[in-house]
């Protein structure tokens, strides 16, 4: 599957984005798909995961309670709200589908998507 990042912008402080993932190719409704992000100099960094049927949740812990996943099936879509953005949240996003939805390693996701910026000025 290839998923496809869509949603980025520059926002400021304080401000919201819902960020989009769908599918150029095949289906995500039947995959665990995560977002990942990763700013300029640093790792990639875990954000959140939904299992294939949005049953079950996962998130890193200093971004639990500011960001939301949620998924529509019916769409073929993936979603992560972002709420109270700060500056530091300024990275490039990505989409991942086919993980172990219960890691938080870049390494345990097959499919990855080309990302979408995200900029929040003070």
């Known amino acids: 599957v290839q998923p496809v990042e869509s949603g980025g912008g520059l926002v400021q402080a304080g401000g919201s984005l819902r960020l989009s993932c769908a599918a150029s190719?095949?289906?995500?409704?039947?995959?665990?798909v995560a977002w990942f992000r990763q700013a300029p100099g640093k790792e990639r960094e875990f954000v959140a995961a939904?299992?294939?049927?949005?049953?079950?949740?996962f998130y890193s812990d200093s971004l639990k309670g500011r960001y939301t996943i949620s998924r529509d099936n019916a769409k073929n879509t993936v979603y992560l709200q972002m709420n109270s953005l700060k500056p530091e949240d300024t990275a490039n996003y990505y989409c991942?589908?086919?993980?172990?939805?219960?890691?938080?390693?870049?390494?345990?996701?097959?499919?990855w998507g080309q990302g979408t910026q995200v900029t929040v000025s003070s």
């Open positions: 939904i299992t294939y049927n949005g049953g079950t949740t």
């Open positions: 190719a095949g289906t995500l409704s039947t995959y665990n």
């Open positions: 991942a589908a086919r993980g172990r939805v219960t890691s938080n390693n870049p390494r345990s996701w097959d499919d």
